[in-house]
């Protein structure tokens, strides 16, 4: 079990581990978990599964798997949309100990991180640190900050070991997706309460995350009532800069939450759920910034039959953010939203659905910047039709849907799509889609005014439309053995009135927010999923992206086109999950993004690794080491001597199910 | 640190500095190729324990099977207190999974005992008789040879059971399952559970009086 570090080691050059690394505690943990690995490989044998397997009955021995067969879910194959999904699995797997090192591994995402707690994510292009293009779901929570329609990536949190999967779309969402799912939408799912039973402990030590612990206790209330609770707390270390210097962003969060499933032996579903946190963020100039927040959710569901349903969900979000030299926010967010699903006929199936949304937003402006009016009130309702038509003796199932969307800035939006997919064979489809989708206005679109008081120099947009995308999408999908899928998806997508800075009419006035550019971008996914053995299983992902803008007549705006699309034109994804004898072992994810022309961050290749061993049944014990290839590199952000550079770390982690 | 940060116009980047050194980014995915190729040998390694899981799952079952019988036929046993003799015939796909299985366990008064069965005549010694897969051309015989005795036979060939094994295991899918043969089950003389039974896939022609 040695032997594998030693290539790896020899391959990667000796000098680059007489770095931070081979002093740090982080190499000797390493050590001491190869050798115990090859002590455990010893060991062990036949006696410990079959003694495990003594303890089931003999109904509880026929659902044991002998041979994991992929578990890709029907639905994924069918899908006529590029969509990638990773399980809760494979990210426990992988060591991610928070929700954008999990994005990492589906390769349709751009994921970018900028210093400790802030990501640049998106899917297609346009990435940027106040990406507005990618709507990200929660258990049907949308987390989305109306300041700029994005992400703030260092308060979304969830037990990660309570996650049963994350789909990624990219491109446009079909139309029962939120608003703004312009470039994708990443739906993040967590195990109901009834999968959640018992107790779980993880812990973990190390040099990025310096410390974190989790605890979640599932149980049943009555009979057919789930429940579970959780804390976690995360203490991370800081970044550094270019020149190696501790860029002072260390940070902290605690949070905790509670879900409680109800399923009735009839058709009624029930969940209930919430989480409170509450952080805070270092600062290399300035106060720590405080981020707090809660949230409670409620869905019911009705299953009328297989194919007819009804779902109600409402939830309210709260959170504050406090960022001192900047703005203090306090926003509240109610949102309603409906979906009934019927069939008409035989071959048509109709989905409907609508959503009101209310959000109270309250800012305090500093000095340097304003939203003005700094506190607002405002409602969005939606929405959405859509039918699907199979023909062709069920191969060819045909989608036109239809989102009618009223926001508070621009008005009524109309966003039509049609879809088709087709069984091409038995395990081959083809897959086809048009879409028309609009990204809103936010806050920064509109309200932003730089500096606070007059003179201004930019503001606001007072005119400032939605973005408009078009998207044509083709896909192809086969799937010819339970050993191995291979995907690939196609896109042309043609933007028009994307935000720029014009300069207003008056001479020395100041900039304005307008819809001045066009864009397109083009390219390809590619993902395969390659089950070697039955305990070796590899997956590749790599994406293609062309994106590019333009100046529409009479706009003047000559920098944004470079500055808003900060995108690499290649990413590839490899990663690789293997099991060894006596409960061990090895799963290591490759990754390599090619250049960012604009704010020359170079390209790079990073890997992480992760050893695991489990000495009993309920204990795993691991040690994770992340980023290895470099003691530090940039992932995003201007040229400067103040960007943020991420350093390779290593932790040890256990995880206990009692 | 602002909230809002790239689409602002004055914070203009720096001119630009150049490439980094170091190891290109290439070169380096030649070594996470390269370590991935070092992995290939664990995985021939992996690729051996591949059955190990199935056989370890199959003793067990092994082990319930002898469990759920309700009755022996008289004759079956010399004393109340001797072992139930589990017997396997051709190349033990086992490794030492069924000794752990059977291990310090007893059936009533009864312990049970692992045997290797080199010849057709010792298959009488035994009260079950697994058959490994390098039997198949013996089937016949060796269900011959078990005629009439009360031996449990079990297999995991294709047709087996068909044939006249009385337990036969196959997958369903990623999981094991088992079918019984009760017409061969009630020429044992051999009285099985009907929990067994329900939990089986019958094979065979059902018989008349029920045993229930």
């Known amino acids: 079990m040695i032997s594998p570090f030693v290539s790896w080691r020899s391959l990667a050059g000796a000098r680059k581990l007489t770095g931070k690394l081979s002093s740090a505690v982080g190499l000797r943990v390493t050590l001491l978990a190869a050798s115990a690995l090859a002590m455990g490989a010893a060991a062990g044998g036949a006696t ?13 021995l026929m ?9 890709r879910p029907e639905m994924l194959v069918d899908t006529a949309s590029a969509v990638q999904l990773v399980t809760g699995e494979e990210i426990h797997r992988a060591g991610a100990t928070n929700l954008p090192q999990a994005l990492r591994l589906l390769s349709n995402l751009q994921v970018a991180q900028i210093d400790s707690r802030q990501w640049a994510i998106t899917a297609r292009g346009f990435n940027n640190s106040t990406t507005n293009k990618l709507l990200v779901l929660l258990d049907g929570r949308a987390l989305y900050t109306p300041l700029y329609a994005g992400v703030f990536w260092d308060a979304q949190d969830t037990f990660l070991n309570d996650i049963d999967r994350i789909e990624a779309i990219s491109g446009p969402g079909a139309t029962q997706w939120g608003s703004n799912a312009v470039n994708g939408v990443i739906n993040i799912t967590t195990k109901s309460a009834q999968d959640t039973q018992g107790g779980l402990l ?19 209330l009555a009979p057919g009532v789930f429940y579970r609770v959780y804390g976690k707390y995360a203490e991370r270390d800081s970044t550094v800069t270019a020149a190696g210097q501790d860029a002072r962003d260390a940070w902290h969060v605690s949070q905790g939450g509670f879900r409680i499933d109800w399923a009735r032996a009839t058709a009624d579903q029930l969940t209930l759920q919430g989480d409170a946190y509450q952080g805070r963020i270092a600062q290399a100039t300035a106060d720590d910034i405080q981020i707090d927040g809660t949230n409670l959710l409620g869905r019911w569901g009705r299953t009328f039959s297989p194919q007819s349903t009804l779902t109600v969900q409402t939830y309210f979000d709260y959170t504050h953010r406090i960022i001192p030299g900047s703005i203090t926010e306090h926003l509240g967010i109610f949102d309603l939203d409906v979906q009934h699903r019927l069939p008409v006929g035989d071959v048509f199936d109709f989905m409907w659905g609508g959503t009101y949304r209310f959000m109270n937003d309250r800012v305090r402006n500093p000095v340097s910047l304003a939203f003005y009016p700094a506190n607002v009130k405002r409602e969005w309702f939606s929405g959405f039709a859509h039918g699907e038509r199979t023909m062709l003796d069920n191969r060819l199932r045909v989608t036109a849907g239809v989102k009618l969307e009223h926001n508070p800035y621009t008005g009524l939006e109309f966003q039509p799509n049609v879809r088709a997919v087709l069984k091409w064979r038995e395990h081959q489809r083809f897959w086809g889609a048009i879409s028309r989708a609009m990204r809103t206005p936010s806050r920064i679109d509109r309200e932003l005014f730089a500096p606070a008081a007059p003179p201004y120099a930019l503001a606001g947009g007072p005119s400032f439309e939605s973005e408009k995308l078009l998207a044509y999408e083709l896909g192809y999908r086969i799937e010819p053995s339970p050993a191995w899928a291979l995907s690939l998806a196609t896109f ?84 690789s999950q293997l099991d060894l004898p006596a ?17 020359n961050v170079p390209a790079y290749t990073e890997l992480d690794l992760r050893l695991s061993w489990r000495p009993v049944e309920a204990l795993e014990l691991a040690v994770t080491g992340r ?20 350093e390779r770390s290593v932790n040890a982690s256990f995880t206990w199910r009692f | 640190m602002a909230l809002l940060t790239s689409p602002l116009p004055w914070r203009r980047p720096s001119v630009l500095s150049g490439s980094r050194p170091g190891i290109s980014p290439l070169r380096r995915l030649g070594a996470v190729v390269a370590v991935f190729c070092a992995l290939l040998g664990a995985s021939a390694l992996a690729a051996e324990n591949a059955n190990q899981k199935e056989y370890q799952l199959k003793a067990v079952f092994l082990l319930n099977f002898v469990q759920f019988v309700i009755a022996w036929p008289e004759g079956a046993f010399p004393n109340a207190e001797a072992p139930i003799r589990v017997g396997v015939l051709g190349e033990d796909p086992f490794g030492g999974a069924l ?16 045997e290797r069965v080199a010849r057709l005549e010792d298959i009488g010694r035994c009260h079950v008789l697994f058959v490994a897969k390098s039997e198949s051309a013996q089937v016949p015989a060796i ?9 449990l036979t079990v297999g995991d060939m294709t047709d087996f059971a068909r044939r006249g094994g009385i337990i036969n295991f196959y997958l369903e899918g990623p999981k094991l399952r088992f079918e019984i043969n009760r017409t061969a089950a009630e020429r044992s003389g051999i009285k099985l559970s009907s929990q067994l039974l329900q939990l089986a896939r019958l094979v065979g022609p059902p018989v008349s009086s029920g045993d229930r």
């Open chain 2, 143 to 151: 269900i011959a040879a078990s005629a009439g005795k009360p031996v």
């Open chain 1, 492 to 575: 042309y997508h043609d933007y028009n009135d994307l935000r720029s800075l014009e300069p207003s009419a008056t001479p020395g006035g100041p900039l304005l927010l307008a819809n001045g550019l066009r864009g397109k971008s083009y390219g390809a996914e590619v993902n395969l999923d390659y089950r070697v053995t039955e305990r070796w299983r590899l997956k590749f992902g790599y994406t293609a992206l062309h994106v590019s803008s333009t100046q529409k007549p009479g706009s003047l705006d000559r920098t944004s086109i470079r500055s808003q699309a900060l995108d690499p034109h290649g990413s590839a994804l490899v990663r």
């Open chain 1, 63 to 71: 659902d044991v798997e002998v041979t994991s067969v992929s578990r």
């Open chain 1, 583 to 599: 409960h061990t072992a090895i799963d290591l994810t490759a990754r390599y993004v090619s250049r960012i022309a604009f704010h």
């Open chain 1, 627 to 646: 980023n290895l290839l470099d003691a530090q590199h940039p992932e995003f952000g201007a040229d400067l001597p103040a960007r943020r550079e991420i």
């Open chain 1, 48 to 60: 410990f599964e079959v003694a495990s397997y003594k303890k089931l009955s003999l109904a509880q």
């Open chain 2, 99 to 114: 000794a752990a299985a059977v291990e310090s366990e007893k059936v009533g008064q009864r312990s049970v005992v692992i």
């Open chain 1, 202 to 220: 993880t812990g973990s030590a190390g040099t990025e995350l310096r410390a974190s612990g989790g605890a979640r206790y599932g149980g049943t």
